[in-house]
């Protein structure tokens, strides 16, 4: 593939479609242009095939299963025209996609499933051509209009026609800002609740620890003290004794080493190698006296007091518990008491931070209930203009008597969100308080019922069909492709419906099948589907017709398989002034 060219910018628009090994098509590419283009041919010649193709350009999902008996991958190819300003070139932008040149899609289908999309001739996931493609086409047919009829799809409607879009968007705004400072106030609130009791058990933690007023390695200490104080006379007695043995008594140790000192010291006379020795021995009578002067404070200061053992023993059993309860030693203790002081800070502040959160999710809520009731009410003023232009638009395909109403509900209330989405007993959804469904009677003396549960496929197919009329002058895609707008019509509505899409080709590029030639004769461009079979494989063809090939097409569908000279005449009769 790779042929499509590219062309200057100038609308939103499908310029060009290749398709190769998709279904019953072989190689298949049309050039599209501005107008109304019709898609005529023979039952089962692969119009709603190329339906599909596009479907998956846009971003629907693939299968194996659509690509060509005894092909390996099937090929489909797209390009867009996209002006910078539009939604789709700014989606494509944020992607980090250029659309400067259009748009071009190629999606490859694989038999393992493993496909692949490629935009402008980069790899790109489906979420991300989806994304692009969002508001470039709109299929609408039996089965691809069923959008339309959803509900939650109506206020969109609703809005786009009111041209309340900008506002609802702002209302979807103000809720977002909203939403985390609503988690927050949740949080906190739980927090308050549940730490209650914590906060309790903080307090005393920490009056527990502070009363305690703990000195780091203050039990290392204390216990020294406890083993001096248990141990007093057994320290006083042994310590007393050892001085009197040093010192005090009868042949004290100090005296003989005097002694030992004074005689090697006469004998450095004999020997002056001995001197040294005899100066050592002198010392070591110093250090003894030093010794003994030690002892004898010591002695002073050893403390016989029953009371303060008890009290140390006290203290030291108070720290003792307060270490096992909070793990570790004093250290761990102290951390302990900090951290629990820090929590019933932060517990102490939540009711103030919570206030702080209320008051402004009051402000915002006060902003949003203004932009909701704004939004609210000009939707009720645009339900109304809307049910008569649809009345209208109706009675012109051939529908008189229709009745149309636009049905207000109130949005559901999110209990979990508190007061801050809540307005009037209505929940404040990214779409403001109101939920619209659109109610039909197409006939006189029925009620009204929802549009998804017509039965009629032909007066759904027009209310469909003027519902994007009514939209078209509207912001909205570009490329409008009906796939049998047609069905259960004929006749005079049929024209009606011809017209009708010949009206829509001023503000968007049109595309329909079509079996009616009271449709296909508003055509600006009309193509003919055909299918062949070729060395025993069927194959589908599409071409441009013009002159007499589009008036044997138009006689085709008027007569049958059979072409008669009236069904010609009446043909060129249709065809007379438009081409």
Not at 94 to 122: C, M, P, T, W
Not at 359 to 379: P, V
Request: hydrophobic residues 35%.
């Amino acid at each position: 593939m790779g042929f499509l060219r590219q062309s200057s910018i100038h609308k939103r628009m499908l310029r060009e479609l290749s398709i190769k090994n998709f279904a019953i098509i072989d190689d298949l590419s049309i050039n599209v242009e501005k107008g109304l283009s019709v898609l005529t041919g023979e039952t089962g010649a692969g119009k709603s095939i190329i339906i599909n193709a596009v479907n998956l350009i846009l971003g629907s999902r693939a299968s194996p299963e659509l690509i060509r008996t005894s092909e390996e991958t099937a090929e489909l190819e797209a390009l867009f025209e996209v002006p910078p300003e539009s939604p789709a070139a700014r989606a494509a932008e944020a992607q980090g996609f250029d659309l400067s040149e259009g748009l071009l899609v190629r999606r490859v289908i694989q038999k393992n499933s493993r496909h692949k999309i490629y935009i402008n001739g980069r790899l790109a996931t489906v979420q991300m051509l989806s994304t692009i493609n969002e508001h470039l086409a709109s299929i609408s047919g039996q089965h691809a209009h069923q959008g339309l009829l959803k509900p939650e799809q109506h206020l969109l409607v609703l809005d786009q026609f009111g041209g309340l879009t900008k506002l609802c968007g702002r209302v979807s705004e103000c809720r977002e800002q909203m939403l985390p400072l609503i988690r927050k106030r949740g949080i906190l609130k739980r927090q308050l609740t549940e730490q209650s009791e914590r906060r309790e058990l903080f307090e005393f933690q920490c009056r527990e620890i502070d009363q305690a007023q703990i000195v780091p390695k203050e039990d290392k200490a204390l216990e020294q003290e406890r083993q001096r104080l248990k141990h007093a006379r057994q320290l006083y007695e042994t310590v007393g004794s050892c001085v009197n043995r040093l010192y005090g008594a009868e042949g004290a140790v100090v005296e003989h080493v005097t002694e030992v000192a004074r005689e090697i010291q006469a004998l450095s006379s004999i020997d002056s190698s001995l001197s040294p020795v005899a100066n050592s021995v002198q010392e070591i009578s110093f250090q003894l006296e030093d010794v003994t002067n030690d002892l004898r404070d010591y002695l002073h200061n050893v403390v016989f007091d029953s009371d303060r053992l008890e009290a140390v023993e006290l203290r030291l059993d108070l720290l003792q518990r307060l270490k096992r309860k909070y793990g570790g030693g004093l250290e761990s203790v102290l951390a302990h008491g900090k951290k629990a002081e820090e929590e019933l800070k932060r517990i102490s502040s939540l009711p103030e931070q919570i206030a702080e959160v209320e008051e402004k999710l009051d402000q915002l809520h006060k902003k949003l209930c203004k932009l909701c009731r704004e939004l609210s009410d000009k939707r009720k003023k645009a339900s109304g203009r809307l049910a008569k232009r649809v009345q209208q638009e109706v009675e012109s395909l051939g529908m008189p008597k229709t009745r149309f109403e636009v049905r207000f509900k109130p949005s559901p209330v999110d209990e979990s969100s508190g007061p801050y989405l809540l307005l009037d007993n209505s929940g404040i959804e990214s779409t403001g308080i109101d939920r619209v469904e659109f109610l039909i009677a197409p006939n006189v003396g029925e009620d009204l019922r929802p549009l998804a549960r017509i039965a009629s496929g032909g007066e759904l197919s027009r209310i469909i069909l003027a519902l994007k009329a009514i939209l078209a002058t509207q912001e909205s895609v570009e490329t409008l492709i009906f796939d049998e707008v047609d069905a259960g019509i004929g006749g005079g509505v049929a024209e009606v419906v011809g017209r009708k899409l010949h009206s829509l080709d001023s503000c968007h590029q049109v595309i329909c099948i079509t079996h009616l030639p009271q449709i296909a004769q508003f055509a600006k461009h009309h193509f003919k589907i055909s299918k062949r079979t070729y060395k025993g494989r069927t194959q589908t063809t599409i071409r441009p017709l013009h002159g007499e090939e589009r008036v044997k097409e138009m006689a085709r569908m008027l007569g049958g398989v059979k072409i008669t000279k009236k069904a010609l005449d009446h043909a060129r009769e249709m065809m007379a002034g438009r081409g």
